[in-house]
């Protein structure tokens, strides 16, 4: 089939889940965060992989992503990282979902409709000891937890911050974090408060701040098998789980001073074997590749010559003994001891490897390997 192939190593997976256990041990849980269709690498299937190995939590953004694990037969307890709207109490109760709380309109909301169904939802409330972004800030945080206390209807069961930048190499601002949210875990157990997990480690948390595992961790990236930065002390060895791949669709001879694809950004400069794949920017190999990017085909690295269309890309093979046509070629991941990463392919476009998973992967057709589970849906 003309196209391009998302594939899914679900034992890398698995492989990678060991290492998280490995490093934070067997009375930390963890929340496995699978988010945005698992970073790319597609929800159900990563979340059911994750639940057989026995995984404590799952994190998503949304309440519609929650109730497509829960449609998929995903049993495990679901936090909410984004929270809700008020009008999303019923599924929350329906499903059995654990909704981040951060404003007091909706918790108070929570609370009147946990009243009213006669239920006790659990929360988990977020501060913001320093990320500037979502959460209640830290210094009203006393003022939040007078609030749940004053709620009924909803039980605490998490209290959880989120680190700005762990990944790098200076700790000192991730400390600081630690030690501000470890306040307000005392303020929360002077008030009654006895939360289930507490919990603010990331990846980068995971692999390089052993002190803030505390109940529970909360790692995304890692589990997909790449490094959340190249900064880190104690690096770990994991297990890439998404490859791209194509074949070639077309092979030619082209004369010096050809020039190739849209705007004619390339020019041969010597007689040379062009191989057309059909992938472009439809399938998330980002534009900005266009002559910086390199492929994998026979084992050996080709560069991306004129710009990425969006279906199909051009690479020149004429260095590469023994191409032909319908040959596979690999954009992202493994092909013999050749390895191209995400980090390689962000670096290029000046951006994360997180993004480089979410744009080739996110809700596209995938493949998935060495699956444990048995097949639903
Ligand atoms: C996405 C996310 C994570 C996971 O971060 P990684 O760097 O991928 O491990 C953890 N916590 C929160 C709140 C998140 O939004």
Redesign the pocket.
Known sequence: MVGSTIEIDLAALRYNFSKVRELVGQSTAVLG?V?SDA?GHGMLPVARELESLGVEYL?V?TCREAAALRQGGITSPILL?LGIEADEITPVIKYSLTPAIFRSDVAKAISAAALAADARIPVHF?IDTGMGR?GVPHAEADNFLELIKSLEGIRLEGI?S?FASA?EHDKSFSNKQLERFRRILDRAQNLGFNPRYAHIA???G?IDLPDSYLQLV??????YGAP?SPELHSPVTLRPVMTLKTRVLQLKKVPAGSPIGYGCTHTTSRASLIATLPVGYDDGYDRLLSNKGEVLIRNRRAPVVGRISMCLTTVDVTDIPGVEQDDEVVLLGRQGDKEITADEIAAKISTIN?EIFCNLGGNRKKVFLNSSTPEQN
């Open positions: 965060v988010k970073y994190g953004s990282l977020k979502l959880f989120h990944d990331n990846s980068a995971v909360r790692p995304g990236l890692m589990l959340p997180y």
